[in-house]
């Protein structure tokens, strides 16, 4: 690693956990809202993209719905 991003990342290590992953949050955001078309796609995600494609092409009624997994979701609160 380049000597200054050792010294951001020795930084960020000294901030209390709650700004640490603030930071993390921040950096995602700008990398999300500018760059994220230039992020490479992994093999293995598109491969699972293409499986889970087929399954439902295969069965669309296969699964839940949107309603029926919140619904499950809030039960368990």
């Known amino acids: 690693m380049e000597p200054r ?3 951001l990342l020795e930084e ?3 901030l ?3 700004e640490r992953l603030e930071l993390v949050e921040a950096l995602w955001d700008s990398i999300a809202s500018k760059d994220i078309d230039s992020l490479p ?3 293995w995600h598109r491969e699972e993209i293409a499986r889970r494609l087929a399954e439902y092409d ?3 009624e296969a699964g839940s719905s949107w309603e029926e997994v919140r619904a ?3 039960r368990l609160d």
Do not use: G, V
């Open 5 to 7: 991003r050792t010294s």
């Open 12 to 14: 960020a290590e000294k």
């Open 16 to 18: 209390p956990l709650e």
């Open 41 to 43: 796609t992994l093999d």
């Open 58 to 60: 295969s069965d669309p």
């Open 72 to 74: 499950r979701l809030e």
